[in-house]
């Protein structure tokens, strides 16, 4: 992996299993704050006719804008497209985050693009799949024939 590539790692959405991939970066590193300030004299130098402080001054300026990208970049990814589950949300408010997931779904039910798409199912909730308890507990309720009524 080299310094300069995205990384970015697959998840799986905890509300519909869906998988997706986020960046892995949240903050910029020290190596990015020296970037922008290199940049930063650079981009003054010719103004000025060399090296001058307020290039650094520039730097601080790009330091941060690219903070405010690459938290916004990782913040966006984070969001499942799917279903519109988010876990920053969720680990502050669980009733703020059902809202969200609810809007979402009803939004994309009333979206023509998602008509033929397949439905979204909250995970461990499949249709067709019981439980090995419940499958158990219907296979116990049939009356047994050596009983006598």
Do not use: W
Request: aromatic share 6%; net charge positive; proline share 5%.
């Amino acid at each position: 992996m080299g310094i300069l590539t995205q990384k970015k790692d697959r998840c799986l959405c905890a509300f519909c299993s869906a998988d997706h991939r986020v960046y892995l970066k949240a903050h910029i590193s020290a190596f990015d704050v020296v970037i922008c300030a290199l940049v930063g004299l650079l981009v003054v130098s010719p103004l000025s006719g060399g090296f001058d402080a307020r290039g650094l001054g520039l730097g601080a300026v790009f330091v941060g804008i690219a903070e405010i990208f690459v938290g916004l970049r990782h913040r966006l990814s984070v969001k499942c497209g799917r279903c519109g589950f988010d876990p920053i949300i969720y680990r502050k408010s669980q009733e703020r985050a059902a809202e969200i997931v609810r809007l979402h779904l009803e939004r994309r039910a009333l979206n023509p693009a998602h008509l033929l798409a397949d439905p979204i199912v909250a995970a461990g909730r499949r249709p067709g799949r019981q439980k090995a308890k419940e499958r158990s507990n219907r296979t116990s309720r049939r009356p047994d024939p050596t009983q006598q009524p």
